[in-house]
């Protein structure tokens, strides 16, 4: 695999439409797509199989905007790839992690005792669980997608412009 072949700051972007604005920003709903291209074009693993089976459901999400957004306005949204990686570490590998460090701890200190290690096991995936999500509260603001630009469509919502082109706030020390 090329390792230049996606830059260090590579967006994950997505379209949404705003369904609630407020003050500040507003709500948007985006509806994900039932697995790749390949999969959507029937040439793919599989997944696209087993999304044809069930609409996908629709995500909404807060975003902040420095410009007033209307009911129905269509933007793009995105969030850095290293965020998502870093929100997936936090929220599988810390509780993972702590629970096989408590179970090997219980091993040590009570060879003897068998109940041991699947107790210390989990109560080090509770404590995980607990520690994941006291974090990603206090970091709430690193993980929020962010508005990349507004669309402007015509009548028959075919993207004719876009009113906002800059990045602003995709920085990786912004935590609004």
């Known amino acids: 695999m090329d390792r230049d072949a996606l830059p260090d700051d590579s967006l994950l972007i997505e379209t949404a ?4 604005p407020f003050s500040g920003g507003a709500w948007v709903a985006v509806v ?32 902040l905007a420095d410009r007033p ?27 993972l992690c ?13 060879p003897s005792y068998q109940g041991s290690v699947p107790m210390a096991f989990g109560a080090g995936l509770l404590a995980g669980f607990g520690v994941s999500h006291w974090l990603a509260r206090r970091w709430a603001g690193l993980y929020r997608p962010r508005l990349m630009e507004i669309l402007v469509s015509n009548d028959n919502n075919e993207i004719v412009d876009t009113r906002l082109t800059s990045i602003e706030g995709m920085s990786k020390g912004d935590t609004r």
């Open 32 to 63: 994900p797509a039932g697995g790749c291209q390949r999969c959507q074009s029937r040439q793919g693993c599989g997944a696209g199989l087993l999304s044809a089976w069930r609409r996908p459901a629709e995500r909404r999400l807060a975003i």
């Open 17 to 20: 439409r705003v369904v609630a």
């Open 98 to 110: 702590l629970s096989l460090v408590a179970g090997s701890v219980a091993e040590m200190a009570w």
């Open 69 to 95: 957004l209307r009911v129905g306005d269509s933007v793009r949204i995105g969030i850095d790839s290293k965020r998502v990686l870093n929100g997936a570490l936090l929220v599988y590998g810390l509780p």
